[in-house]
């Protein structure tokens, strides 16, 4: 027992863990705004729960990531049910099978496709896109899809760097992300409906303290001289990176091109209690679920993903805004994620990569 407590003490030094105490003062931060909102805010938000696309011609293809667990699993099988044509991608074949077992038995008459892609190699991600299109030219659907929810992500509590030589979690959580959504604009923007891209991001952007956007902090690669793995740090920084980039891509589309309706929104599940920190000591999982418990903020998958679902159903019109808390609410993100300079830097860093990889890849 002691051993075990000391071990885990010895964690939560080393990992940064004071970072992610500082996390819940930013959860509790983002309520404070809806309370706010509640108290002097008198005209309602929207809600969107009532839209059923089942009965179109045909169904909306939404891409989600992730699917196969927590927060992207709960949201796949609330999209099933509004009659979305889903596209499950996850990186283990088995657990897709299984997930599409699970949505078809309770929503019988749900469209699921499977993709078995790993999000923190771009050389899988690259292939993926042309076995959608491949898949959509075959099934005789139009070659075009009108969602993209961006939700597979880690938090890694070490470094692994990937086969490019990035770091693992910004490589999965921001990296592949940003070369998916690059990869499918052309599918979106070929919509003939409005189209969307949904980020899902996390309240811990609020603290990151990185604020540089150089190829070696976003690719994680200066981490590999440090003694210790910043995981907190890491973490923080991904999601500050998906965050500053979908403003900057609604930006770009809102007003370079506007004649493609793809709108940008970004979602915050809260905390949920997913597979999330299966990386940590099961002492430290076991003591933060127990806390957040206590504060009242912590969540099931399924009231997490109201988030996602609202971003998701959002009207057309709305954009670059960022979903929290369910029934239709939002809030402000932190001032550093809507820096147009910031995001101006870490656009151009980011397609420097893009085209880097595109050409290694086509050797
Ligand atoms: N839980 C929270 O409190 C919370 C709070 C804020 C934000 N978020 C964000 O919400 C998102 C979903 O997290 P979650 O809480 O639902 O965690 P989760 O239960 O661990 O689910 C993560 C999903 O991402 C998949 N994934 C991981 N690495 C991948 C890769 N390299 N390629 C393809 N798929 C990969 C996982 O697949 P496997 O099943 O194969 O591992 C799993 O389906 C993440 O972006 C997370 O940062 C979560
Ligand atoms: C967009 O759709 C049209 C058919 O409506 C198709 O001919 C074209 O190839 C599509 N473009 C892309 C990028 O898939
Ligand atoms: C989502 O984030 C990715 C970066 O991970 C970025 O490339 C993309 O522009 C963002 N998209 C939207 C619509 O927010």
Not at 5 to 11: I, L
Request: with cysteine; glycine share 6%.
């Amino acid at each position: 027992m002691m051993k075990e407590v000391k071990e885990a003490f010895r964690f939560v030094w080393s990992c940064n863990m004071w970072t992610m105490c500082i996390w819940s003062i930013a959860l509790v931060s983002s309520y404070l705004q809806l309370l706010r909102a509640r108290i002097f805010d008198s005209k309602s938000t929207p809600t969107f729960g009532s839209t059923d696309l089942k009965n179109g011609s045909s169904r909306p293809i939404c891409v989600i990531t992730g699917a196969t667990s927590g927060l992207g699993k709960a949201t796949a099988f609330a999209l099933a049910e509004k009659g979305f044509h889903l596209v499950l991608v996850g990186r283990s074949s088995q657990l897709l099978s299984e997930t599409l077992k699970e949505i078809k038995s309770k929503h019988k008459d749900s469209q699921l496709k499977t993709f078995e892609v790993d999000m923190s190699c771009f050389e899988s991600i690259f292939k993926f896109k042309n076995s959608l299109e491949q898949w959509l030219s075959d099934a005789e659907l139009h070659p075009s899809i009108q969602l993209l929810v961006n939700n597979a992500g880690i938090m890694a509590t070490s470094r692994r760097p990937t086969i490019e030589g990035y770091d693992r979690m910004i490589a999965t959580n921001y990296i592949g992300p940003f070369c998916l959504t690059k990869l499918l604009l052309p599918l979106l923007k070929n919509s003939s409906v409005p189209s969307r891209v949904v980020n899902v991001t996390s309240f811990t952007h609020r603290y990151a303290s990185l604020r540089k956007f150089d190829k070696g902090s976003v690719t994680g690669v200066q981490y590999s001289t440090l003694n210790e793995y910043p995981c907190g740090e890491a973490y923080e920084y991904s999601k500050l990176c998906l965050l500053l980039f979908s403003y900057e891509l609604h930006r770009q589309l809102r007003f370079t091109d506007d004649s493609h309706h793809v709108s940008v929104i970004a979602a915050d599940p809260g905390f949920a209690k997913t597979n999330i920190m299966h990386e940590f000591p099961s002492y430290v999982t076991s003591i933060t679920f127990l806390v957040f418990k206590i504060l009242g903020l912590l969540q099931s998958p399924d009231e997490g993903a109201e988030a996602f679902v609202d971003a998701a159903l959002a009207p057309p019109e709305i954009s670059g805004a960022y979903y929290f808390g369910g029934k239709g609410r939002t809030v402000e993100s932190s001032q550093v994620s809507k820096d147009p300079k910031l995001a101006q830097q870490l656009w151009e860093t980011s397609c420097d990569l893009f085209n880097e990889l595109q050409l290694s890849s086509s050797q």
